[in-house]
C-alpha cells in the first residue's frame, strides 16, 4: 500500500511539473460549417467580445491544440485578440495548397514577393462591444476614425509568419492581451502622431500587440519602417472612393459587392476579389467590422496599392454586408 501511494505521488507530482502540451503550428483555412464560438482560451472557455465564427466563412488556421485536434486556433478579423479557438466539430480544414487556390475564374498575375494581409476597421462598430476601452470611452463623431477607416495590422504571411526573434515574456504578454506589459515603440514624434490618430487602439497598446506580433516578421524588423509603411497603405484607402462611399453611407446597410466594387474603381478591376468583409453582431444588426485586403510585392520599397493588391490572389468576400456603424449608435 505504501508503495503505491508513494507511485500515486510521483505520478502526480510528474503530472503537475511538466508543461502543457504546446500547440501545434498549422497552416490552412477552417471553413465555418455552423456559427460557434471563438476562445481566447479553451481552458479558461473564455471569448472576449463575444465572437462568433459565420458558417460559409473561412478563417486563416494559425494551429492546432494536438496532432488530432479537437480545436483550431484561427485568426478571426476584427477581434482583439483576433487569434481564438475553435471546435473542430464547427467546421472544415482545408491544408494550405487546397487555401491557396484562387476562388474566382480570374487570371492571375506571376506571384512576385511576398504576401501580406492589411487589416482596416471600422472604428464605431469595434466600439459597440468595447465601450469601457480608452479609445472607446474617448471617441467622438468628430474624430478621424469616426468616418475613416482605422489601422489594425500589416500581416506578413502566411498566418504562422509571427513573433519573429521574440522573447517568452513579450510573446505571452502579446497572446494574453497584457500589452502594456510590452515595451514601448521606438519611434519618430511624426510617425508617433500620425498612428495616434490612424489606430485609437494605440491608447490599449494595440501598437505594441501588432508590432510584436506581426511587426517583427517584417522586412527589417524595425517598428518604424513598419508603421510608416501601414499607415502609407491606409492612407491610400482613406483617400479612395473606397472611404468616400462607407463615409456616405454611415446608419445604413451596404454590401461586400458595393466594396468590392469600390475597390475595382480606386485600384483596378480586379482588386474587390482580393478584399474579404468581417461583419460583428450587436443585437439585432450587423455592422461592418473590418476589411482584410490582400497584397503582395515589395512594400518596403514603396509598392503602391494598385500593383500590390491586384498581385495577390483572390478571397473568399467573407460577411454578406452589415450597417456602416455610427460612432455612439
Given at each position: ?27 490552412g483555412r477552417f471553413v465555418a460549417s455552423k456559427a460557434c464560438p471563438a476562445l481566447q482560451s479553451i481552458r479558461k472557455q473564455t471569448n472576449p467580445g463575444d465572437v462568433t465564427i459565420e ?68 472604428q464605431p462598430s469595434f466600439c459597440e462591444g468595447n465601450a469601457r476601452k480608452r479609445e472607446c470611452r474617448s471617441q467622438t463623431n468628430r474624430r478621424f476614425d469616426a468616418s475613416n477607416f ?123 476579389e482580393r478584399v474579404r468583409l468581417a461583419c460583428r453582431d450587436d443585437g439585432g444588426r450587423r455592422l461592418v467590422a473590418e476589411l482584410t485586403i490582400g497584397l503582395r510585392g515589395d512594400i ?30
Open positions: 500500500m505504501h508503495r503505491f501511494r508513494r507511485g500515486l505521488a510521483v505520478a502526480l507530482l510528474m503530472a503537475i511539473c511538466l508543461p502543457a502540451r504546446a500547440e501545434v503550428p498549422a497552416e458558417p460559409g466563412t473561412a478563417y486563416a488556421v494559425i494551429a492546432k491544440n494536438q496532432k488530432t485536434p479537437t480545436h483550431y486556433r484561427i485568426e478571426v478579423p476584427g477581434a482583439e485578440p483576433s487569434a481564438r479557438w475553435v471546435a473542430a466539430e464547427c467546421g472544415t480544414p482545408e491544408a494550405a495548397a487546397a487555401a491557396a487556390q484562387p476562388k474566382s475564374p480570374a487570371a492571375q498575375p506571376a506571384a512576385r514577393g511576398p504576401a501580406y494581409v492589411l487589416a482596416i476597421s471600422w482605422t489601422l489594425h495590422g500589416l500581416w506578413p504571411q502566411p498566418g504562422t509568419n509571427i513573433y519573429c526573434g521574440v522573447s517568452r515574456r513579450d510573446r505571452l504578454a502579446s497572446s494574453e492581451g497584457d500589452w502594456e506589459d510590452i515595451p514601448p515603440l521606438r519611434l519618430s514624434l511624426r510617425t508617433q502622431a500620425a498612428l495616434e490618430e490612424a489606430m485609437p487602439g494605440q491608447q490599449s497598446h494595440l501598437d505594441r500587440h501588432e508590432w510584436i506580433k506581426h511587426g517583427t516578421c517584417y522586412p527589417g524588423r524595425d517598428p518604424e519602417a513598419y508603421y510608416r509603411d501601414s499607415l502609407r497603405l491606409l492612407a491610400e484607402v482613406n483617400g479612395s472612393p473606397v472611404r468616400q462611399f462607407m463615409a456616405a453611407n454611415i446608419g445604413r446597410d451596404v454590401t461586400v459587392e458595393q466594396i468590392r466594387s469600390r475597390f475595382d474603381e480606386a485600384f483596378g478591376e480586379g482588386a474587390g518596403p520599397g514603396g509598392g503602391q496599392m494598385r500593383d500590390l493588391i491586384l498581385a495577390s490572389s483572390p478571397t473568399d468576400p467573407g460577411c454578406p454586408g452589415g450597417i456602416v456603424d455610427a460612432v455612439g449608435l
